[in-house]
């Protein structure tokens, strides 16, 4: 699968993860399928929400009141799920694993371990059998 996102988005991700520093930063990505392209994703609109775990530097928490409104709007679908890893590798976390959000079609990570070169990945993550996830590919302005 790939996805495509204009630059905009990407701009909005990175602006907002750094204004989040050293917590992680935390949204939805809304869109759809790209037209004319086989099982690719047109990323549109990212949508930051605040992250309200415990411990914000090293994992996020989004509040369902938050996030509801976006899961059950079906003209607007989540089609990404986007946090940050203030200094850790743009790889999914054990925690991140075990996560139930695997029902979304793509993971995002946007690593800052190299704060001059911040590493965006994306990923489709896997429950059955056991968990699992692959890197996705991705364009940017498109």
């Given at each position: 699968?790939?996805?495509?996102?204009?630059?905009?988005?990407?701009?909005d991700?990175?602006?907002?993860?750094?204004?989040?520093?050293?917590?992680?930063?935390c949204?939805?990505?809304?869109?759809?399928?790209?037209?004319?392209?086989?099982?690719?994703?047109?990323?549109?609109?990212?949508i930051?929400?605040?992250?309200?775990?415990?411990?914000?530097?090293?994992?996020?928490?989004?509040?369902?009141?938050?996030?509801?409104?976006?899961?059950?709007?079906?003209?607007?679908?989540?089609?990404?799920?986007?946090?940050?890893?203030?200094?850790?590798?743009?790889?999914?976390?054990?925690?991140?694993?075990?996560?139930?959000?695997?029902?979304?079609?793509?993971?995002?990570?946007?690593?800052?371990?190299?704060?001059?070169?911040?590493?965006?990945?994306?990923?489709?993550?896997?429950?059955?059998?056991?968990?699992?996830?692959?890197?996705?590919?991705?364009?940017?302005?498109?």
């Amino acid at each position: 699968m790939n996805v495509y996102m204009k630059q905009n988005l990407y701009k909005d991700l990175h602006m907002h993860s750094l204004q989040q520093l050293p917590e992680e930063a935390c949204g939805f990505i809304l869109g759809g399928q790209a037209p004319n392209k086989n099982e690719a994703l047109q990323a549109s609109t990212f949508i930051p929400l605040r992250n309200i775990a415990s411990n914000p530097r090293n994992r996020f928490e989004i509040s369902p009141v938050e996030m509801l409104p976006y899961l059950m709007d079906s003209n607007n679908p989540v089609i990404g799920l986007f946090h940050s890893h203030p200094t850790a590798p743009p790889v999914p976390s054990e925690q991140d694993l075990q996560t139930l959000w695997h029902s979304i079609p793509t993971y995002w990570i946007l690593s800052f371990q190299q704060p001059q070169h911040p590493e965006l990945q994306l990923y489709q993550i896997k429950k059955a059998p056991q968990t699992s996830y692959h890197k996705l590919s991705f364009v940017i302005g498109q």
